[in-house]
């Protein structure tokens, strides 16, 4: 049995805290078959962190960030609407394919997922954007937003193409949606999410389970999943014996994030350690040393 996730079309580009390229982007997914999985299931990630859910069983958005459920309702109403109308949508496309597919008679698991958004470059100015379609895993369907034509890259596509490509009101809207509606989210969320950040320091800590495990550097309590951790040996960074956690979501609309250390106690104690932490939003580093005073741990 395959198994559908929301990322499987890519989500763009990655960010440090010096990019410039922001994003706004809708992922979603309709499935078909015995699975667990809700039918229709989305999510909206602002600089690829995530900042709404929606599903097809409570047909609602829900907010994901502390700042965004303090945003008002306009993006949740917004695109609580425009949830319930693509089920509807990718719940039929999904029966059309099955059946171009020659899989009307498959018990298994189908799955038809769309990425929209955009994208904003706010040094240059350039804007560019993304709606695409994807059937079990394999690209299907995608606008081109220069020629606002259909690009289909397998057969089954093709009847597609020349009924999108012929619809032209439909294909100017979401030209529209793209580059005029979806930037003006971006930019609002953006200063927004700005404006709302706390200026306290998230909580920085050194933990270390035994003498001999790596030493983490463990940060929560952000309001921003735009965060940099980086470890010093002498003022110089250190990538060699440095193991990269996720930036991981809280229940309470923070994040988290952890770097492991692997260095032996007489290292550390005849070089200069550092746990360096950057975030968006704050304008001073939070720097942590490695000694044996900052390091906590349950031994003993």
């Known amino acids: 049995m395959k198994v559908f996730i929301l990322m ?14 922001h994003s706004l982007k ?3 997914t309709g499935v078909s078959g ?3 999985f809700p039918e229709l299931s989305g999510e909206g990630l602002l600089d690829n962190g995530q900042v709404a859910y929606f599903d097809s069983n409570t047909k609602t958005v829900v907010a994901k960030t502390e700042w965004i459920r303090k945003y008002g309702s306009d993006y949740m109403d917004r695109h609580t609407q425009f949830g319930v109308g693509i089920f509807l949508f990718l719940k039929n496309q999904l029966q059309v394919l099955k059946n171009r597919f020659n899989q ?11 990425m929209i958004g ?10 560019d954007g993304v709606d695409q379609y994807g059937y079990d895993g394999e690209d299907f369907i995608s606008l081109d937003l220069e020629t606002l034509t259909w690009i289909a890259p397998v057969p089954q596509a093709v009847i597609t193409k020349h009924m999108w490509d012929n619809n032209r009101a439909q294909n100017d809207y979401w030209n529209y949606y793209i580059t005029r509606e979806c930037i003006d989210w971006l930019k609002e969320f953006l200063e927004y999410e700005k404006s709302s950040l706390r200026t306290v320091s998230p909580l ?11 030493v983490t550097c463990h940060t929560t309590g952000l309001y921003s999943s735009r965060v940099m951790v980086t470890w010093k040996k002498d003022g110089q960074e250190q990538h060699d014996d ?20 692997t260095v032996k106690p007489e290292e550390w104690k005849n070089h200069k350690y550092q746990c360096v932490v950057q975030v968006s939003g704050i304008n001073e580093d939070i720097i942590k040393v490695l000694t044996e005073d900052e390091i906590q741990t349950n031994r003993g």
């Open 8 to 21: 499987i079309l890519g989500i763009g580009h990655l960010h440090t805290l010096s990019a410039v390229i």
């Open 26 to 28: 809708h992922f979603i």
């Open 34 to 36: 015995e699975t667990n």
């Open 104 to 114: 009307s008679m498959s018990t298994g698991v189908h799955g038809l997922q769309l």
């Open 118 to 127: 955009c994208e904003w470059d706010d040094e240059t100015g350039v804007i």
């Open 204 to 214: 920085v800590s050194l933990l270390q389970k035994t003498p001999s495990s790596p």
């Open 242 to 261: 440095v193991e990269i956690g996720e930036t991981l979501p809280n229940d309470d609309g923070t994040f988290q994030k952890s770097v492991h250390l």
